[in-house]
């Protein structure tokens, strides 16, 4: 008796536990797919969740820029949970990662990323759903895994498109393609805070949303990674196995689990009618994607795409005669998820074994990447390691064999203090894909840039050794004091990296006047280059907190100030020569909007706030003929299209600008927007001898060939070298060699009015990367960076935009040259 009532007991405790569990609809007050839930309220449903069910964990790992919550959940059973610790530590144990006996590791991790672009916005909604099922009617599949969801990757984006929507939509929804609420305006939910995909930021890690994701992701190390997206309103549904080009070192393993879990949905979605489709499109080859990251962290790594993306709203039209709702979209992103599970608990002791054996990286043929070069740079790479977790040590005094990245070919190299990263490492397959001379492609149809090795993206020299180089030497990277003096005329700093450009940016913002050199010079035997920073005491003589000012910046930003009680120099120019110019602290207007890449304009944004940390104004392109161009010294394009802005009136109004004494830097296509226009020298390069010849060939390309064929025109993210002309201030700081990383085919001539500083030469060398032969011909001969004066100002040109995706480390300093060093020794009138 005692026996069936505490079985009554328990059987009405737990109906009581589950029915305090809501559904998200119960919860929300509204079926899932009928609105678009803010990111609050579906924190709100998580952690009512959590705190009513043992089954789940739910917790904050960071804040957005808008200071919004980044959160995960972890799902698995009550027992699991109370042996979290160790079920972790076992599975980064069988890896090699750390070290211990926590156990063996026989559960599936499984992770689920949700809504990365803010505007695929299903996705979210889709995670409360999934959240339910795995706690209601799927929980006997919690014994075997663990699994982490994060129900918002871009809080701020979705909430940029959720908000939106919420605001324009019609009640109800209006599902005509025309309707104003399926055409979202600039810069769209995509992007996050910064404008930054955050699908291409995983391996350069620039935003806080991936720095702080990384952190946990490190800790965990899923064996299953899933990121769930939307794609144009018409396509059928995505998922794996993926596209070529595959990277070389994903296994058989990894592509075969993807063809089972593409399987195991094809029996749902066939089951249902869903259309699907597999292996086109979405190819695992650049490194910083939320399927190609996890892959080659070990992980299977995927893509799901589902139709809808920022156009769909509730419910739309779509071309193919049925209505596309968001109540399907979740549907469809809830079956995969749920099956993505279902088929990795099923293998959850294969996926931990093959998972293991990922980690063995004896095969890989380069064992240790070793580098040397600008101190400053080989920290912010250090850095950027840090970010991964990624192993690296020192050398000293030595010679490294093996693939140099400066004559591209084998070579030797010498060197004081390298940096040495080996691929014996349990991460030594992402080690190999950040760092390889050239990736190679079973296609050149990728989907994105095609090169990024990080030897050219830091300015660094380079040796790819085929044997181990051993690292013990002690770190290179020191803390720099400057003792300020009071019996000094002034003090001098080198100018070498974006460092020393973050430390201008922050003297000038503190009123301190610098001035920089633009000779070389020696001063008490020491020898400076161009571009090192003087700043005097006479330029600051109101300033009593002069030392204090200098002592707490350089301790802020690591510089050495040198003190001289001298401004006569024994060699080159003295403080108060003309070729000693002062710094205006210029102000700057950025242009964006409709007429901008929003990319673009997002990197150059975050650029100036966040990474140099000096004032920038945003201004509507739209609202150019109405703004008092007077206000400031420079302005920014960032890439666009500016067809629309730059009519007559407002380029006369520019040109006006830039004669009273200002300065345009046009990046990318912006150059392309002043080519040809009266008053600008900028041309296209048209060139390429070969053009005509292969279009005649293509013309007898068989249909089935066309798509790769038409490559011939193609460049999609290839690394050149260029020559740089050293004692032009925009490149101050730089050796006469410069690789740049090409984003397209633009081709631009040298300039005859102005200065070529960084340019192809006539023998074009494609150093990483796809450059179709056509495209490739047309670069011989073509401008990289350059400027050209008109009246008292100058037009700055960059072809190649350095600040794309903030990873290309090395082109930083130009820009900042361009903007603090060039043609802004006088103050306007
Ligand atoms: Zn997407």
Known sequence: MLRIYSFFVALFLTTLLTAQVQSPSEFLGYEIGTQFSRHSDVVRYFEHVAKNSDLVTYQEYGKTNERRPLTYAVITTSANHSNLENIRKANLEQTGIATGNSGTADKAIVWLSYNVHGNEASSTEASMVTLYELITSKKEWLKDAVIIMDPCVNPDGRDRYANWFNQVASTPYDPAQVAAEHDEPWPGGRPNHYLFDLNRDWAWASQVESQQRLKVYNKWMPHVHVDFHEQGINNPYYFAPAAEPYHEIITDWQMDFQTQIGANHARYFDKEGWLF?????????????GDTYPTFMGAIGMTYEQAGHGRAGLGIHTDRGYELTLVDRVAHHKTTGLSTVEISVKNAAKLNSEFKAYFNNNNLKYKSYVLSGNVDNLKALADL?????INYGFASNGKATGFNYTSNGQGSMSYDTAMVISTDQP???MVKALFEPDAKLSTPLTYDITAWNLPH???????????????N???PFKTNITTASTNVAGYIGKWNSLDDAQFLAGLLKEGIRVRFSEQPFVNNGVSYERGS??????????????????STLSRKHNRTLTATTTSFASSGPDFGSSQVKLINPPKIALLKGDATSSLSYGATWYFFEQTLQYPVTSINADKLGRVNLDEFDVL???????????????????KDFVRGGGKVIALANAVGSLAGKSGFSIKRNTGGSDTEKSDKKENLTPYADRENASTTNFITGSIFKTKVDTTHPMAFGYPDTYYSLKLGSNSYSYLDRGYNVAWIPEEVENVAGFAGETAKGKLSNSLIFGEERMGRGSV????????????????????TNAIFLTNNGKFRL
């Open 473 to 475: 030497a002690a770190s």
């Open 427 to 429: 991460k030594g397959k």
């Open 385 to 389: 390691m840090d970010k991964h977790e």
């Open 796 to 815: 700055i040109y960059m072809v190649d935009d350095p600040l794309f995706r903030a990873f290309w480390h090395n082109g930083k300093l130009f820009f």
């Open 457 to 471: 993206a830091y300015g660094l020299n380079a040796v790819a050794s085929t044997s181990l180089v051993r690292a």
């Open 533 to 550: 920073l003087i700043i005097t005491k006479s330029d600051n003589l109101g300033r009593e907190d002069f030392n204090e000012v200098l």
């Open 636 to 654: 920014v394009m960032p890439s666009g299209w500016y067809g629309s802005v730059l009519n007559e009136s407002n380029l006369d109004k520019v």
């Open 277 to 289: 489709f597999t292996r086109e499109s979405f190819d695992l080859l650049y490194p910083s994607y």
